[in-house]
């Protein structure tokens, strides 16, 4: 291949790759400058091959892709700071999920191979694949947390570690209230059906919880969101977080996310499949991010712990510095 | 081999730190790509052409260069040199440099010092 080709359909290849408004004037002038540089080199070592010069130049300048990247503002998706933290959600997400299918996989026993084979299928086109959608949902939530923090810097420089003590007390009265009425519908779904006069009755239907959940679990359900409730009135009173209430909640986090995996996986909640199926969904979404959210919060009290006190260990003695409780 | 890379990357960072300022010291006059890598080669300065080039287009965008085509001495080529604001920074980046620079001497005689 001429040097000269060479030269062009490289020069082509970063053009591809470049905003449209500037790819003409970019090529035009990198094919000029790639044709001196090998004019240059050509002309200091003469005898060699044009064409290997060629190669050797472009070598040197790097791929289409990298070259490409150089002619633009350098802009992540994800920062590097967010790498490791974006990995562990995305991975922890991804296994929840599939533990989740595995453990509804499990539950209904194949009868013999060929439904086990059809089990494993349904696995993997259902929780399987679909799991995929958490990092891609991921990849959205952190590149707006990004956008925000150049956007917002001095907010970006305020400590989440540090700032948790103290709380927007109007706001949490509002989130009491709208967890109460949370409650209150959850207690009694068909409610949201009473400014409806003429809801028939399929409606209702539709919103009437199984028996063997009312029975069993809803109790259990219905205790940790009132406790969750409890917690966040204490708060909203107190004014401010400390370690005590801290701790109540990492617990709580954990609580909800365990026990409404339990409400998921133990049977039907509501009598009606379609909602059923609607409302599995919406939880097993809801039991990630409670899980996900323990685990952070969790890992932040250890290192507010480990500035107050030096130790990662939470009743260790420390530096003297007294705790916010 | 271990300490060779170490080597190689660090000084890459180093000249990495000088390349934008090099780059603005040449271009007080139209200059196009080509010649400004000669003239800051023919004066010690080493930049490769992949990084150079994007660099000038780079540098634009920001308003720190102005460019302009020209075809009068043959192939069209682009000539970049300072816009006004570019002329402020690089007097400011220059003083900058000056600064640091006076700091590393007193920091490398001092390290020597306290190598012996």
């Known amino acids: 291949m001429a040097a000269d080709d060479l030269i062009v359909g490289y020069v082509a290849e970063v053009a591809r790759l470049l905003p449209r408004r500037q790819r003409a004037d970019i090529a035009v002038e990198l094919r ?124 970006a420089m305020t400590s989440r570690i540090a700032e948790r003590s103290h709380i927007n007390r109007p706001l949490y009265a509002l989130g009491v209230v709208a967890a109460a009425i949370g409650i209150a519908i959850l207690v009694k779904p068909d409610v ?134 | 081999m271990a300490e060779l890379e170490a080597y190689e990357r660090l000084e890459q960072e180093l000249r990495r730190g000088v390349v934008v300022l090099a780059t603005l010291s040449q271009l007080q006059t139209l200059r196009y790509g080509y010649e400004l890598r000669q003239s800051l080669a023919a004066q010690g300065m080493h930049i490769e052409e992949g990084t150079l080039y994007p660099l000038l287009r780079r540098l634009e965008s920001q308003g720190v260069l102005t460019s302009e085509w020209r075809t009068s001495e043959g192939p069209p080529r682009r000539y970049y040199v300072l816009s006004a604001e570019g002329r402020r920074l690089y007097r400011r980046l220059t003083g900058t440099w000056q600064e640091l620079n006076d700091a590393m001497n007193q920091l490398l005689k001092g390290g020597d010092n306290n190598g012996r």
């Open chain 1, 192 to 325: 949201v059906l009473k400014p409806f006069p003429g809801a028939a009755a399929p409606a209702y239907a539709a919103l009437a919880y199984d028996n063997d959940f009312w029975h069993s679990r809803a109790l259990v359900v219905f205790a940790v969101q009132l406790l969750n409730l409890a917690l966040l009135a204490t708060v909203t009173v107190r004014g401010r977080w400390n370690s005590t209430t801290r701790r109540v909640e990492i617990g709580l986090s954990l609580a909800t996310g365990v026990v409404l995996a339990w409400a998921i996986v133990a049977g039907p909640i509501f009598s009606a499949a379609p909602t059923d199926r609607l409302v599995k969904a919406i939880l097993t979404v809801l039991v990630a991010v409670s899980l996900v959210d323990a685990g952070v919060k969790l890992h932040r009290q250890r290192l507010r712990t480990l500035a107050q006190t030096g130790t990662a260990e939470p009743d260790a003695p420390g530096t003297g510095i007294a705790d916010a409780s």
């Open chain 1, 32 to 155: 000029g400058l790639l044709r001196e540089e090998l004019d240059g080199r050509v002309a200091a070592n003469p005898g060699v091959n044009p064409e290997v010069a060629a190669h050797e130049l472009l070598h040197g300048f790097g791929t289409p892709a990298e070259v490409a990247a150089r002619y633009r503002e350098t802009k992540t998706v994800i920062e590097p700071a967010d790498r490791r933290s974006f990995i562990i959600a995305s991975v922890v997400g991804i296994a929840v999920i599939w533990a989740l299918g595995i453990v509804a996989l499990v539950r209904r026993p194949a009868g013999s191979a060929d439904d086990f084979f059809l089990s494993l299928q349904r696995f993997w086109f259902g929780p399987g694949l679909q799991a995929l959608w958490w990092p891609g949902f991921l990849v959205v939530c952190y590149a707006a947390a990004s956008w925000m923090r150049r956007r917002w810097p001095r907010a």
